[in-house]
């Protein structure tokens, strides 16, 4: 579903790969992370802290290394090579060729009344091809939505904001100044050259969420980025590709969320405080301003500090 936003080439796996042998050389569906892909998508495996998704994936063929092969199941056909992400960012670039660079919508064009008759407009909103806007939503003056964009019932958009690749549900809050559906941060660092990474995921931001000013959500490099309903986000707050925030989470003023991280349901968290990526981040937690989370958090633990730690801990230290 990521991909539908962009561009697809059909190809088989052998053109993919045509210096392997592929025993099995079917019409590529799409590239998916190990845990959603399908019989026919190609995935990809690069770390050992992937190791169970990696023993249940139903894909047919995986890219990985000699080491991390052994976990992957017997039927999955393997293609060997150094550097994952590399070998990734390659093929990515050869099936979706425009989702390495943020193209302007050159569809852009002022929306028909009749076709949005119960969705009021500010001045100076354009909108792309194929937008789905729901009943009595409000969309704010100089707001840009792309195409393909889709936003539910009841919603307020404010002004000044621009949202491509993503879909948005009922009673959604979006307030002046947000950037949404962006292409994220990635690259792979070469001696020579930056090698950019595509980004064809989507930004999926369900019922009742509300983000305040000025905060900028990148859609998801292969996979989606995803904010769970009731979640609210104050100004200023980064969301990086493939994050997902669970459901009734309090996230406070300038917040970054690195790539790829999983945060639970009822998550606090205060104002500056910083989430690296790959990490999983139970429920109920809460999250000291100013912490530096660099490791997983349990159900249910309160933390702070740099790093963060358990909260009677950092209070210990604190005092001495």
Known sequence: MGSSFFFKKKVKIQEIFPKKKIKN????????????AEKNDLTFFDSIKYQKIASQTKANICITTSELEK?????????????????????????????DIDYPDLTLKKPIKKKYNSVKFGNNVFIGENVKIGKNTIIGSNTILESKVEIGNNCIIGSDIIIKNSIIGERVVIQDGCKIGQKGFGFIPLKDKNIKFPHIGQVLIHDDVEIASNCTVDRGSIDNTIIGKNTYLDNQV???????????CMIAGQVGFAGSS?????????????????????????????????????????VMGYPAIPLRDFLKKSKK
Request: net charge positive; proline share 3%; charged share 20%.
């Open 25 to 36: 050389n079917f019409l590529l569906n799409d590239i998916k992370p190990l845990s959603t």
């Open 71 to 99: 976990y992957l199941p017997d039927k999955v056909e393997r293609i060997i090579v150094k550097n994952v992400l590399f070998e990734l960012a390659t093929i990515l670039k050869k099936i979706y060729p425009f989702a």
């Open 238 to 248: 980064h969301i990086a590709h493939n994050v997902k925030i669970g459901s009734n």
């Open 262 to 302: 999983v945060i639970g349901n009822n998550v606090s968290i205060g104002g500056q405080a910083g989430i690296s990526g790959h990490l999983t981040i139970g429920n109920n937690v809460k999250i000291g301003g100013g912490s530096g989370v660099v490791k997983d958090i349990k159900d249910n633990e309160i």
